[in-house]
């Protein structure tokens, strides 16, 4: 168990609806990571935020959007989804973000867009 | 742009003999790695890492090599159990990039 935990665990769906992922980062980490993951992309970094604040973006398309909140936990929210966005969705936290932090990865995401 | 990527997608081997997967990187100027390992149904977990100013680095049963002129580093588990079937990733840190993984599986 890394410490991290994500909810829920499953999400079923329909194409153009909306969704909020969650995370809750380890304890007295600062910064959360978010990945998406499906089978031909391999793990993909979407966005970091660091102490509430945007730190770094990846790969993150104009309908997918986070933020951290003063508890520090994070949330995706997806939307307009199309069937392409069925994938796994990973939170990760580490203490500052820095490059050089071990990211922990929480149990994942697993949406299904029908 | 920049990439890490894996030479090969999937690993055999039989348990009790040691294991070798390969990263390829492509910045000259990254500093930091890392190799995860993702078991079935579970988020990538941390195994070992190495600085840019280290060309080998053990930990229990793993050990890392980095070859900065060719850009390459692997990752060698010794005596492998079929505890070690996974997804391996190699990371560059700083820029988040990891490939799409080598499958590894061990035949008992």
């Known amino acids: 168990d890394s410490g991290v935990t994500q909810t829920p665990k499953h999400l079923i769906t329909a194409t153009g609806q909306r969704v909020t992922l969650r995370c809750s980062p380890r304890?007295?980490?600062?910064?959360v990571y978010w990945y998406q993951q499906s089978l031909d992309q391999g793990l993909q970094f979407l966005i970091q935020?660091?102490?509430?604040?945007?730190?770094a973006k990846g790969n993150i398309l104009e309908r997918f959007s986070a933020q951290q909140f003063p508890d520090l936990h994070s949330e995706l929210n997806l939307s307009s989804l199309e069937l392409g966005d069925s994938a796994l969705y990973f939170c990760?936290?580490?203490?500052?973000?820095?490059?050089?932090?071990?990211?922990?990865f929480g149990p994942g995401t697993r949406l299904t867009v029908l | 742009g920049e990439s890490v990527g894996l030479h090969l997608p999937t690993l055999s081997v039989q348990e009790g003999d040691n294991s070798i997967i390969n990263c390829a990187y492509s910045?000259?100027?990254?500093?930091?790695f890392i190799w995860y390992k993702q078991e079935s149904g579970k988020g990538p977990q941390f195994i070992i890492d190495i600085r840019s100013n280290m060309d080998k680095r053990q930990g229990q049963r793993v050990t890392v090599l980095l070859n900065k002129t060719v850009k390459h580093l692997s990752l060698q588990i010794a005596a492998t159990q079929p505890g070690d079937s996974a997804v391996y990733f190699c990371?560059?840190?700083?820029?988040?990039?990891f490939g799409t993984g080598t499958s590894l599986t061990v035949i008992p």
């Open positions: 910045n000259s100027a990254s500093d930091y």
């Open positions: 935020y660091y102490n509430g604040e945007e730190r």
């Open positions: 304890s007295g980490d600062l910064s």
């Open positions: 990371a560059e840190s700083n820029q988040f990039y």
């Open positions: 990760a936290s580490s203490v500052r973000g820095a490059g050089s932090d071990t990211q922990y």
